[in-house]
């Protein structure tokens, strides 16, 4: 069974940076594409980032540009790089496969909030 755990979430300034971590178990990571979501208050869950199992990555227009989705397939890791942070940046980010494939258990996910 495949356990998600991220981390690295906090409080900043708009403009400043976090790096999140999602760390995997259980399950062959270097397979399978990843994405990171995040979902404030009242709203649906959105796909931020994907990076594919080759390393190709997607953004959503909102994050392009500020974000950058890696990955280590030895740690089992994958990590969102986010800069010049803006107060709609403000949610809970989980990661999971992309949309398309079945879901894992979602992990607890880490906050993060933006303040202006």
């Known amino acids: 069974q495949v356990q998600l755990v991220e981390s690295g979430g906090g409080l900043v300034q708009a403009g400043g940076s976090l790096r999140l971590s999602c760390a995997a178990s259980?399950?062959?990571?270097?397979?399978?594409?990843m994405g990171w979501y995040r979902q404030a208050p009242g709203k649906q869950r959105e796909l931020v980032a994907t990076?594919?199992?080759?390393?190709?990555?997607n953004y959503a227009d909102s994050v392009k540009g500020r974000f950058t989705i890696s990955r280590d397939n030895a740690k089992r890791t994958v990590t969102l790089q986010m800069n010049s942070l803006k107060p709609e940046d403000t949610a809970v980010y989980y990661c999971?496969?992309?949309?398309?494939?079945?879901?894992?258990?979602w992990g607890q996910g880490t906050q993060v909030t933006v303040s202006s």
């Open positions: 990076i594919w199992s080759g390393g190709s990555t």
């Open positions: 259980g399950s062959i990571f270097s397979s399978y594409a």
């Open positions: 999971n496969r992309p949309p398309g494939y079945s879901y894992y258990t």
